[in-house]
């Protein structure tokens, strides 16, 4: 079953000019990793500090599987450098309402 993972994100404002590449950098290897079919980034229109990055998983396990790579030295980033609180992890799918 698909998921998506909303990664709700607030940024230092001092980090908001170079935020955008460094995010690109991050989600290349989100895009590229097994069982992702692909990421949007959006980005608050009153508040430029706040992103969210919607992923979509073909399953919750290929989603686990990135989490739990992420969490290892091959797999950590540098986006913590940028961000002003930790970020806010929601997982879902999509329902037919």
């Known amino acids: 079953m ?5 990664l709700d994100l607030h940024l230092k404002a001092d980090a908001l000019e170079g935020a955008p590449a460094l995010i690109a950098s991050v989600l290349s290897a989100t895009r590229a990793f097994d069982g992702n079919l692909g990421v949007d980034v959006i980005v608050d229109v009153d508040d430029p500090a706040h992103y969210v990055a919607v992923e979509k998983w ?3 396990e290929a989603d686990d599987a990135y989490r739990a790579w992420r969490a290892t030295p091959e797999g ?3 986006l913590g450098t940028i961000l002003a609180a930790a970020p806010t992890l929601t997982r879902g799918t999509v329902v037919d309402a």
């Open 2 to 6: 698909t998921v998506i993972s909303l």
């Open 58 to 60: 073909e399953s919750i």
């Open 76 to 78: 950590a980033s540098a």
